[in-house]
């Protein structure tokens, strides 16, 4: 994997490159970045740009035999260390990281931004919990006490340290003084729940999540989905690519054109067009889902239309027709109105996500809002 080939977190990139060519590498990082925010994959290239026999100052050349692989993720001096179950076939008790390896170069090739939860569903049938555990822990130690076989450096790039259990101190003498030419990467998201002595000991590269302008950029030329649906995508997942990715499996429903004619409906008091409205988004093709999406949507979508009209004028990335839907709504309805019915949807979201029925919930819904629109007070 090259830095080009991924979404682009080019201060990052840039940071990593330049601590090599100025040669002052740290033995230890933490990629620290929340979900979806391509952590792991940044980690990964910056492993293939340590060990590329024919680097440029940005970049890892990509032909020379490390690169290949370290691309298929086989380079002898680049070692995985990723959360594990109990290995069943294998009778052990720990499961641990080598066990896994052709199933983790799978994932990585069809799911480099995937969570860990994906992950640890992919090698476990039953719904269990991964970590990494004290047989892990004597595994690295072993592997690192070899000389490295190719490379200048072997690298020992572990994913989610937050999985590692107590045992992980063991792992501290190795982080604290390893063993010449070797160089840990840890990719974690939440450092407070990484050991305190493995955070104290490394150096920090900060991964921010992407924006959402570059998410939508993204799921238009790598998945291939249509302007306005990756503007929409990209807005609820929040620059959470892992989650956009799966919003695009769920199905692509224009979710503008299913609010307009919502609300189109009930504006209008076209009480049979509001009623099949409700039939159909309750009958939704992925469901519950794509119902709190909606109402996600549409929230996001009021808070930047608020804020397009009272406090930042021109500073909004909304889409010609989200931003010209935004203002039409806007001249209909002041900030107490926009605040009640966010209010309203975040209260419906909650029910969703606790098996409310949905077609009374969107029922009720249509006419709360019918009463918000005249200005009528709500009954309860
Ligand atoms: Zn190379």
Known sequence: MRFTELID??????????????????HALLFLGPEGSGALPLAIAFAQYIVCANKTPED??????????????????????????????????????????????????????GRVTDWVRSISSENRQGNINARECHEIIHKLSYKSFESEYKILLMWMPEYLEKE???????VEEPPPKTIFLFVGQRQEQILGTIVSRTQLVKVPPFSVARVRQALMENEGVVESIAGQIARISE?????????????QEDLLELLRAWLNGILRHQAIQVSSWVEQMSAARSGKETQKNFLRYFIT??????????????????????????????????????????RLLDEACYHLERNANSKMLFQALSIRLGYIFTRKPVPL
């Open 9 to 26: 977190q080019e201060r990052v990139s840039k940071q990593l490159t330049g601590m090599v060519r100025q040669g002052r590498l740290s």
């Open 168 to 174: 992980g101190n063991r792992l501290l003498k190795l």
């Open 60 to 113: 890892s050349c990509g032909t020379c035999d490390q690169c290949r692989k370290a691309a298929a993720l086989v380079h002898p001096d680049i070692h995985f260390c990723y959360p594990s179950v109990k290995n069943r076939e294998k009778g052990r008790e720990e499961g641990i990281s080598s066990e896994y390896i052709r199933e983790w170069r799978r994932f990585i090739r069809e799911n480099p931004y």
């Open 239 to 251: 620059g959470n690519y892992a989650e956009a990715l799966e919003l695009v499996r769920e199905g």
């Open 301 to 342: 979508l009021l808070e930047h239309a608020l804020r397009l009209k009272y406090l930042e004028p021109g500073q909004i990335s909304l889409l010609d027709q989200e931003a010209e839907f935004s203002t039409r709504l806007m001249d209909r309805i002041d900030w107490i109105q926009t605040r009640e019915i966010i």
